[in-house]
């Protein structure tokens, strides 16, 4: 049985760039409040922390923005990526 690979969307110091992030699946995708983001109780039970970058004076997007980014980039074809 494979073992769920748990992400959280979140800025910390620790997050990693999602653009070179390489995805295991099966994953499960944690995002947080659009205000108060995930809380470290969580985030301590997952695997990876991932962030999208975020250029000029915005510091977040919407959480539903977020998260269909984040779903883009984890999903799309990566043909050297396969097991």
């Known amino acids: 049985e494979d073992k769920v690979n748990v992400v959280a969307l979140e800025q ?19 995002v947080g409040n659009e205000v108060r983001g995930i809380s470290p109780k969580i985030l301590k039970y997952c695997d990876q922390i ?18 269909g980014v984040a779903l ?5 074809p990566r043909p050297n990526l396969i097991r």
């Open 12 to 30: 910390t110091k620790d997050s990693k760039n999602i653009f070179k992030f390489r995805p295991y699946f099966p994953l499960a995708l944690v």
């Open 50 to 67: 991932v962030k999208i970058p975020m250029f000029g004076k915005k510091e977040s997007l919407n959480v539903s923005v977020a998260t």
């Open 72 to 76: 883009y980039q984890l999903i799309k």
